[in-house]
């Protein structure tokens, strides 16, 4: 799955890299499934021991054009994972507030604390995309904000924050037959906004700032992953499995406890 990241200093091309691949797994959709049951156990264990051992945190970044499914990775990949220790936040259109500040103004206090796992669905880096695409702000504004998204990574990395960051990489086809099954299905329908079809105008806008976005903050410490997600299955697994990877990486063992229990046997 390793194969899905960015290395840094590349230059990711989106048409070059087919968003309905597989290749990452040998087997098709049924044993994928067992292998996401698999895998979202694990990630319970290691999301309780995240939790107890409370030195590392961890920040999950999901991005991804309309209908790619930001809500239904969280929803899949972390079914079996304790509500109380896993937190989503959700960055919606700015505030007066928000907008009064700067654009990591509302961003930081999101960030996970120690023991803590974050999923963020969308992120700061609306402010380099739709910001970008819709032409909300001029260049001067958005162009900095590369370097700043950089080094504010830096921070979180540097005090102990593992970040992991995933593109989910739909084509255009597979967003319009997902936007139709939204019209034509009722229990769907309301997932539709008529907003989105504006949107889907500027693909070749957004394609290239998630192009920039995605070749520019790349990090060491702040990796991103181009996920092909025109297959959920896939999609989920990909996400899952680089997580388990990472938290497996992390070494984390049970803390020891109060001293004096060795070998204590209540009567
Ligand atoms: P959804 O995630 O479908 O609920 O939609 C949230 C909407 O908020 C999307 O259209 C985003 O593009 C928009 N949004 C999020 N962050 C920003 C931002 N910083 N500036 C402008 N729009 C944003
Ligand atoms: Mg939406």
Redesign the pocket.
């Known amino acids: 799955m390793q194969r899905h990241r960015v290395k840094s200093g590349i230059r990711v091309e989106l048409a070059r890299r087919d968003a309905g691949s597989t290749t990452g797994f040998r087997g098709g959709k049924k044993r994928a499934a067992a292998e996401l049951a698999r895998l979202s156990e694990r990630l319970e264990e290691l999301q309780e021991l995240l939790w107890a051992e409370h030195r590392h945190k961890v920040l999950v970044v999901l991005q991804g054009m ?1 209908a790619s499914g930001k809500d239904g990775t969280i929803r899949h990949v972390f079914e079996g994972v304790n509500p109380a220790g896993v937190k989503v936040a ?5 505030t007066p507030e928000e907008l009064a500040h700067d ?1 990591l103004w509302r961003v930081h206090p999101k960030v996970p604390g120690l023991g803590e796992l974050v999923i963020f ?2 992120s700061h880096y ?2 380099v995309l ?2 970008r695409a819709m032409e ?1 702000v001029p260049r001067a504004v958005w162009e900095p904000r590369y370097e700043q998204i950089v080094n504010f990574e830096k921070l979180l990395a540097d005090t102990g924050t593992t970040i992991l960051k995933f593109f989910l990489h739909i084509d255009a086809d597979e967003q319009r037959e997902r936007f139709q099954a939204r019209i034509d299905d009722p229990t769907k329908r309301w997932k539709f ?1 008529p907003g989105d079809l504006e949107t889907r105008k500027l693909w070749g806008s957004y394609t290239e700032a998630y192009e920039d976005a995605l070749s520019r903050t790349s990090t060491d410490f702040a990796p991103w992953y181009v996920v092909p997600a025109n297959k959920k299955w896939y999609r989920n697994l990909v996400v899952a499995t680089v997580l388990v990877e990472a938290l497996e990486g992390l070494g984390m063992t049970y803390p020891p406890g109060p001293p004096g229990l060795d070998g204590l046997v209540l009567e």
């Not at 959700?90 to 700015?94: C, D, H, I, L, R």
Request: charged fraction near 40%; aromatic fraction near 14%.
């Open positions: 309309d959700a960055f919606k259109k700015p654009f669905n969308r609306e402010d739709v910001v909300l906004n």
